[in-house]
């Protein structure tokens, strides 16, 4: 169903969204005695509730749902022992091979909770919660339980291509060689688990050859994880012949699947090139992780692979590189090993590399800023020129070149300016990140116009389209000279652009703060415009400020009178919630009220009644301190006796932080309570009657407070039978 929207306090927000529903639902399946009432019922609503979800949010709820009922729970255990898993696995063999494949990530959950070894469980006591771990018992019913696990994810492997989803198949049949998570375990099990995990490696080793580079190099990473573990028994099992057999079979099994992995040419070039956490020989020789040592015999490897490349061999290296880089990541580190590659290729072989540079493919030329480095460095930079040239005249890898640029020694600026002007012309946002990029780096040493003419118009551009992925752009503003030494004309735009970014984050902060060094009034004045289109805006997800200053700490405390006007200033134009803006911020800045904070606020008390309203906003965003009662005694004693500003003192001074325990609010009481009794002996008659009336409602509250706590101790006590 769609989704309706909410009106609260005369503003439209989302209405409840679907994945709230499906979690709730979830929520309710797992309690009580519905979990297991009817298992078969529970797994086939699981696999059609999975279905039916078209989103990961919604898919969360359903898989973690189906975790934990598939999983050894101790209530289950000791009733039906290995029970449930039994009927699952029977239940997922009876579906046909289309029905499995259809059902395969419930599957797949499903039968990876039935190889664990765990058994995890929670009682609950009036006073306490106690987490229980330990190990399955081994029985003929859990061996054929385990072992008919493997055999179904076995026949759903065979039955998928390769992808995310056969990734997981696999990674569900390691789950029978993982021992019990803290929880000590019989030899017996050790037996079972080394047994079932030479099962898997073995069917792992038949499907090699039908797997892709990057699924064999995962494929060996894991091996390697399992041999680390197990290539050596403890001191106490040892001297079990059972389990010394049952290690022997595992690390037979390794050692098969490892030679068929070390017959792979092609896998051997690849697993150097690519992956951050590939193996290599060392990494089997030593029994730890010496990953130093292992860098260095990669790095000899990468040294052998370059020697390999010729001319004869070029066309060959190119086009199984193009193979190469097909592997998608998110992670930086995955290439490492092929940015390497590239710099000494252009170090040893520059013609070679000059001759692949026409030919690159759109992923290959991703590369091109390590290989346009390469051979500058290498001191081909006049055979570069005229080929980066020829490409920004033809539209050619803008993007690549703009990253290149940010970096280069012999920067161009009028390349960069060639590029934004396309750039923009075509709003290509990939290349006018790069843009912003280049003209930062570029910034220390080539101040002049990269702000103006580069970085300014490409944010602008971006930002158009609600684009701020410039704000970040994987640099410290601290750190460069862009922002630095910039005019009031030049700073107006960009804080401009600043007032809509959705979520000011670190970057952001980061951002204003080198600007407020110079421009700190600026800095104040867009943090008010933040607020104001906050309240006005219709995007709920709209954060003015971040809740934990770290970078404009330091220049914001540095002006306490621009921060205290300009907060006032705010207040007078909207009161409304002036706690969470104004308020706010100055409790952040200054969470102690630190010099010359409190002066600063008396001084409005004392100017008028709208300054005691203010200041009233801004305790209010603090939590009840014992510093604040000065200022609350000076506005008290400013006050008669039935205003009604004196409800906002109460409020301030029963604000509380964290509450622990039963007594919690209790404890807090007191301390209030005693606070305030130090009132009592003010010379102001005024402060005097309001700390009377709020020591004889505090002890009234404190009276219902204890009634509260000592009934709800009692009734949890009845409930659990203490």
């Known amino acids: 169903m769609p989704d309706v929207p909410n009106m609260a306090f005369g503003r439209e927000y989302p209405g409840t969204k679907s994945q709230a529903v499906i979690a709730k639902i979830s929520r309710i399946l797992e309690s009580g005695y519905l979990l297991y009432v009817t298992p078969e019922q529970m797994f086939d609503a699981l696999v059609k509730m999975r279905q039916a979800m078209t989103t990961e949010d919604e898919r969360k709820p359903i898989d973690d749902l189906t975790r934990r009922f598939a999983q050894h729970d101790r209530r289950a255990w000791k009733q039906v022992g290995p029970g449930l898993q039994r009927l699952l696995v029977d239940r997922i063999a009876d579906l046909g091979d289309a029905a499995l494949v259809a059902a395969t990530p419930t599957v797949t959950t499903t039968l990876r909770e039935a190889l664990s070894s765990t058994v995890t469980g929670t009682t609950w006591q009036a006073e306490s919660m106690t987490l229980h ?97 197990y290539h050596c028994l403890p001191p106490t099992m040892a001297d079990n012949p059972a389990l010394v057999a049952a290690q022997r079979r595992l690390l037979n099994a390794i050692a098969a699947c490892r030679a068929v992995l070390d017959g792979d040419a092609d896998l051997d070039r690849y697993r150097a090139l690519v992956g951050h956490d590939s193996i290599t020989p060392i990494m089997w020789a030593k029994p730890g992780f010496d990953y130093q040592a292992a860098a260095k015999e990669r790095s000899a490897k990468i040294d052998v692979l370059v020697a390999s490349v010729s001319v ?33 290729l252009a170090a040893a072989q520059p013609e070679i590399l000059l001759a692949w540079l026409p030919l690159l493919s759109d992923r290959l030329a991703d590369w091109l800023p390590g290989m346009l480095h390469g051979l500058s460095d290498a001191g081909h930079s006049a055979a570069v020129v005229p080929l980066i040239e020829a490409w920004v005249a033809e539209d050619r890898h803008l993007s690549s070149i703009a990253w290149y640029l940010q970096f280069a020694e012999a920067f161009r600026f009028d390349l960069l300016a060639t590029i934004t002007a396309k750039a923009l012309a075509a709003e290509d946002d990939q290349v006018l990140h790069n843009v912003t990029v280049a003209a930062a780096r570029q910034s220390a040493n ?26 970040g752009g994987l640099f410290n503003w601290d750190q460069l000279g862009l922002l630095k030494g910039l005019s009031t004309q030049q700073v107006g735009p960009l804080l401009k652009l600043l007032v809509k970014l959705p979520r000011l984050g670190t970057n952001g902060e980061a951002l204003l703060a080198v600007v407020a060094r110079e421009h700190l009034q600026a800095v104040i004045d867009l943090i008010g415009e933040r607020f104001v289109r906050e309240r006005d805006s219709d995007d709920f997800r709209y954060e003015d400020l971040p809740y934990g200053l770290h970078y404009l700490r330091e220049p914001f405390a540095s002006a306490p009178a621009e ?13 409304s919630l002036a706690e969470f803006r104004g308020g706010r911020l100055i409790a952040e800045i200054f969470p102690n009220l630190e010099h010359p904070l409190y002066l600063l606020l008396l001084t409005q008390i004392e100017d008028s009644r709208e300054g005691i309203e203010f200041v009233l906003s801004v305790l209010r965003a603090f939590k009840g301190e014992e510093f ?48 305030v009794a130090e009132w009592t002996t003010d010379e102001n008659e005024a402060v005097r009657a309001f700390a009377a009336r709020f020591i004889k409602s505090a002890d009234n509250q404190l009276a219902m407070e ?9 009734l949890r006590k009845i409930t659990y039978d203490e």
């Open 446 to 471: 080539h101040p002049d116009g990269l702000f103006d003419h580069i970085f300014l118009p490409a944010a602008q551009s971006l930002s158009s389209r609600r684009l701020f992925g410039w704000v």
């Open 706 to 714: 204890r009634r509260r706590a000592d009934r709800s101790v009692a």
């Open 312 to 344: 004869e061999t070029a066309g060959e290296w190119l086009s199984r590189l193009e193979r190469f880089v097909e592997t998608r990541s998110d992670d930086m580190a995955t290439f490492l090993g092929l940015q390497e590659f590239i710099k000494k």
């Open 628 to 675: 604040l009662h000065p200022l609350l005694r000076a506005i008290v004693g400013r006050l008669p006796a039935d205003d009604e500003l004196l409800h906002i003192v109460d409020i301030v001074i029963n604000s509380s932080g964290v509450l622990t325990g039963e007594y919690g609010s209790v404890e807090a009481q007191e301390a209030r309570k005693t606070l």
């Open 563 to 575: 921060i205290v006007a300009g907060a006032r200033r705010w207040f007078d134009a909207d009161p």
């Open 133 to 229: 771990t330990g190990s399955v018992a081994v029985t003929d019913d859990l061996k054929a339980v385990r072992r008919d696990a493997l055999q179904q994810l076995e026949r759903l492997h065979r039955l998928l291509v390769e992808g995310r989803e056969r990734r997981e198949v696999r990674y569900a049949m390691l789950a029978a060689g993982s021992t019990p998570n803290n929880a000590g375990y019989s030899d017996l099990l050790g037996e079972v688990i080394m047994d079932d995990l030479a099962r898997v490696i073995g069917f792992f080793t038949s499907v090699l050859p039908d797997l892709g580079l990057e699924a064999k190099r995962r494929v060996e990473v894991d091996l390697h994880h399992r041999y680390h573990a």
